[in-house]
């Protein structure tokens, strides 16, 4: 995965990878939508489980995707266990969110 940006975290808790195509997703997104993700990555180093998980297939065992959701908008992440790392892969709107995701992870 391609990432610019890498949050350190303290000891114990996981890291947190927002990628570039996440950076470019944000940048064309409500101020709103911007500062509800800025909440969300403190909260992913502390709990990367917190959100719904995502039905992936059988090629993507061991990759664990799950979303959150604000109104309209989604967060999508994967959590990686043996790396201890959150990769957040998109963020957009509801109505093609799950379509990027899927080019993204391929």
């Known amino acids: 995965m391609n990432c610019i940006v890498q949050l350190e975290v303290l000891p114990g808790?996981?890291?947190?990878?927002?990628?570039?195509s996440a950076i470019r997703d944000l940048k064309r997104l409500?101020?709103?939508?911007?500062?509800?993700?800025?909440?969300?990555?403190?909260?992913?180093?502390?709990?990367?489980?917190?959100g719904e998980r995502l039905r992936l297939s059988a090629s993507f065992r061991g990759l664990y995707c799950f979303k959150l959701r604000k109104g309209d908008y989604r967060l999508i992440y994967?959590?990686?266990?043996?790396?201890?790392?959150?990769?957040?892969?998109?963020?957009?709107h509801r109505?093609?969110?799950?379509?990027?995701?899927?080019?993204?992870?391929?």
């Open 13 to 20: 808790l996981a890291r947190v990878r927002i990628e570039t």
């Open 30 to 50: 409500p101020k709103e939508i911007v500062e509800w993700v800025s909440k969300v990555v403190e909260e992913l180093s502390e709990n990367p489980f917190i």
């Open 78 to 92: 994967c959590y990686i266990p043996r790396r201890d790392t959150v990769y957040i892969v998109a963020v957009g």
């Open 95 to 106: 109505d093609e969110i799950y379509e990027k995701f899927r080019r993204r992870i391929e």
